[in-house]
T-cell receptor, first 115, second 112 residues
């Protein structure tokens, strides 16, 4: 059963507009959420994160919003740039016995920003 | 600063052959991980090592073995490769209990 869901496999936006990538989770034990960005032939790189004690975290053009009651988070990119074109993975983390934390990833959303 | 280095970057195997994917990190991280990425499946955890001397199964461990050789190195072994193991494999590392993983560039494996 998929615990982290990214229901949109792809998203296309115009340069300068807002990109909104969505993510839903089912496990209420998740307490930390991350977004990773992945270019072709490269490994994922960390983009932004949010703790469950917050509902918003902002870093430059990137903002992540967390709605705990809905078990939903979203990544906003404003303004979108062609260099933002990549696959974006949502990931969640929670304690699973002992002190080991593991990331659970969504399937990813391919963002294409058109010039 | 190299970060996480994986070798080889590409490998083609025949069904039944064995091979080992190597991973090394130079960030003095305690925890290391192996993920696989398949189309439409996202990243799935194969095995992880919370600290030197320990290894644990992840979501999809069948057909794989791992060795945490020392603090820097974490290898993934396929004893008898199957076409279902055709995938891109990513190694990652993190500080203990840290939230952010640093990934390597990936190893693309094709099993014919």
């Amino acid at each position: 059963d998929q615990q982290v869901k990214q229901n949109s496999p792809s998203l296309s936006v115009q340069e300068g507009r807002i990109s909104i990538l969505n993510c839903d989770y089912t496990n209420s034990m998740f307490d930390y959420f991350l977004w990773y960005k992945k270019y072709p032939a490269e490994g994922p790189t960390f983009l932004i994160s949010i703790s469950s004690i917050k509902d918003k975290n902002e870093d430059g053009r990137f903002t992540v919003f967390l709605n705990k009651s809905a078990k939903h988070l979203s990544l906003h990119i404003v303004p979108s740039q062609p260099g933002d074109s990549a696959v974006y993975f949502c990931a969640a983390k929670g304690r699973e016995g002992g002190s080991n934390y593991k990331l659970t990833f969504g399937k990813g959303t391919l963002l294409t920003v058109n010039p | 600063n190299a970060g996480v280095t994986q070798t080889p970057k590409f490998q083609v195997l025949k069904t039944g052959q064995s091979m080992t994917l190597q991973c090394a990190q130079d960030m003095n991280h305690n925890s290391m991980y192996w993920y696989r990425q398949d189309p439409g499946m996202g990243l799935r955890l194969i095995y992880y090592s919370a600290s030197e001397g320990t290894t644990d199964k992840g979501e999809v461990p069948n057909g794989y073995n791992v060795s945490r050789l020392n603090k820097r190195e974490f290898s993934l072994r396929l004893e008898s490769a199957a076409p279902s193991q055709t995938s891109v494999y990513f190694c990652a590392s993190s500080d203990s209990g840290a939230n952010v993983l640093t990934f390597g560039a990936g190893s693309r494996l094709t099993v014919l």
